[in-house]
């Protein structure tokens, strides 16, 4: 998911959050279980780094030392820096999820149900550690940056898992647009949790979903 509105509060006075980040989907096989445990210990060191020192002060070198591994291993994993936060598994965890609804499902409805199951395995660990990463993509300039090319990215799947739902064609308009604006509501709603973490994302994502289903009405009144 993109980058959502800035909050305010720098993230480096929040305590870094307990455990690893959430898991995707379980790989399959013991050589891809291990890589998926090392790449998570890499971004669970590197978000507790990055609380402790700040971002900008952190090296590649420190994060590395801290996981046990060499930098060339944390750049075989994570291809610069900005990588170790803005890569995430919640785009596989929905995809997953939305391979798993009926077909005939209306495609918005398929996405609010697949948000649902995605997030259905996360305790209060996963969540406060998606909620540090979110708040430390929105004060550095760099990971927006990142997170904003990463978009490009998740808009691709989307539109893939779009097309296979309708017979249609990824590049079609009507499937490019649906996936951005799929991708454009969820967006202020990931921003209002970071900035109220005690607010319930899948709420938040689920009424967004429903605003987008009712095309996006808007009165004078709440």
Not at 77 to 104: C, H, M, Q, T
Not at 168 to 196: K, Q, Y
């Amino acid at each position: 998911m993109s980058s959502p509105p800035r909050p305010e509060g720098p993230p480096s006075e929040e305590q870094p959050p307990e455990g690893p980040p959430p898991e995707g989907p379980r790989p399959e096989g013991l050589r891809e279980r291990k890589k998926a445990k090392t790449r998570w210990a890499i971004q669970e060191h590197a978000l507790r780094l990055f609380a402790e020192q700040g971002y900008e002060a952190t090296t590649v070198e420190q994060i590395a030392e801290a996981a046990e591994v060499s930098p060339s291993t944390f750049f075989r994993y994570f291809p610069a820096k900005e990588d170790v936060v803005v890569r995430n598994e919640y785009d596989a965890l929905i995809v997953s999820a939305l391979r798993g609804i009926a077909p005939g499902a209306a495609p918005v409805d398929a996405f609010r149900q697949a948000v649902r199951a995605a997030f259905e395995d996360f305790g209060p660990g996963d969540l406060a550690w998606a909620s540090a990463r979110a708040r430390l993509i929105l004060s550095v300039p760099a990971l927006r940056a990142r997170q904003l090319q990463a978009a490009a990215g998740t808009h691709a799947v989307m539109c893939a898992e779009i097309a296979s739902r309708t017979g249609r064609d990824p590049r079609d308009l009507d499937v490019e647009t649906f996936a951005a604006a799929v991708i454009g509501v969820m967006i202020p709603a990931v921003g209002r949790w970071a900035a109220n973490p005690s607010e319930n994302l899948p709420d938040l994502l689920d009424a967004a979903l429903t605003q987008l289903a009712a095309g996006l009405p808007l009165t004078g009144t709440p």
